[in-house]
């Protein structure tokens, strides 16, 4: 286990507890917001459920669910947005910039943005026909983000199953949560640039990947071209913009998109649940369900507050830096 890991989940000891309901009085609508200006969002760009759920993930195994991976860098700090896993790959900041201004008109300086981000990971699952479940709140935002914290702990899509399962357990998360997690990849779309290793240069080989289907293979030979724009997208599953168990059942087809999902069928560990989600969707929802609450349990204990912009640490204006508020 990493130092970084080690001193995380020693200092989750300190952590603040969070509660269901937490916003019942402070903020009794803050829920019902999240959920109609995400629907919003959705119904002008459908991949904006993929990307804003992606948040969470990308939030939560850096130093906690603490929001620091939506602060910009600044002249003192270089932070998360610029790491290897999140630069030209997270989006829709932007939406969650209109769920806090919608929540800062209606109940100023309460609800915290590492929490809007949990709500909203929920409601883009249910919104994109996944299961609801309820979600503890009570987070503080972190006061500063780290771009070096970011690299050393997000995997990269080279990864495979048994370097998810190292990194999982050092979060106290199990391999059937692992997989059921590695579920998100039911809706949205990734880059050629995650995939053309697997298609021409397979572990150095100059060869494919031999667990593609020859198939897709071809049809992946077809969007991702060797040498041609490795920005191009494709869906990570057959129904992109559904969440449903379709992503394993490609799985059990050799038709995954990126490496870090195919081993999971490929590594002994983890194949036995890729089969029994691919039958069973109601086992996968329950899954999926209970692993997001068990991450967005973690938490550094560091110190924090409620940012009045996602963006920023309160008392910092871009034009002048850190300041006090009048």
């Not at 503080?140 to 690299?151: G, Y």
């Not at 029994?276 to 999926?288: P, V």
Request: with cysteine; net charge negative.
């Amino acid at each position: 286990m990493s130092l970084t890991i080690f001193l995380f989940l020693l200092l989750t000891s300190a952590a603040a507890e969070l509660r269901r309901g937490f916003y019942s009085e402070s903020c009794p609508a803050a829920e019902t917001i999240v959920r109609e200006v995400l629907r919003r969002a959705m119904a002008r760009e459908t991949r904006s459920a993929a990307s804003v759920m992606r948040l969470q993930f990308h939030d939560c195994f850096v130093n906690g669910c603490d929001g620091s991976v939506l602060l910009d860098d600044t002249a003192e700090m270089v932070g998360e947005k610029s790491s290897l896993s999140n630069v030209d790959s997270l989006r829709s900041y932007d939406v969650v910039d209109e769920i806090k201004e919608a929540l800062e008109a209606a109940c100023p300086a309460v609800v915290s943005c590492a929490d809007i981000l949990v709500m909203a990971a929920r409601d883009a699952v249910a919104l994109s026909g996944g299961p609801n479940w309820k979600v503890k709140l009570g987070r503080k935002d972190s006061l500063t983000a780290s771009q070096e914290a970011s690299d050393a702990i997000m995997p990269s899509p080279r990864a495979d199953a048994a370097s998810l399962i190292n990194l999982f357990s050092g979060f106290n998360l199990s391999i059937r949560d692992l997989v059921a997690l590695s579920g998100s990849h039911s809706i949205g779309r990734a880059r050629c640039f995650s995939i053309v290793f697997r298609l021409y240069n397979q572990s150095g080989s100059g060869q494919p990947d031999p667990a593609i289907d020859p198939t897709f293979r071809e049809e992946l030979d077809q969007l991702c071209p060797l040498g041609g724009d490795e920005e191009v997208t494709g869906g990570m599953d057959a129904s992109p913009e559904r969440f449903d168990n379709q992503y394993y059942k490609d799985l059990v087809d050799g038709r995954g998109f990126l490496n870090s999902d195919q081993t999971l069928y490929t590594y002994p560990e983890t194949r036995g649940f890729v089969e029994e989600f691919s039958k069973n969707e109601d086992e996968f929802f329950a899954a999926f369900a209970e692993g997001m609450v068990r991450m967005g349990d973690l938490q550094s204990g560091l110190p924090g507050e409620v940012r009045k912009n996602c963006r920023f640490v309160n008392g910092y204006r871009p034009d002048e830096g850190l300041v006090k508020d009048s």
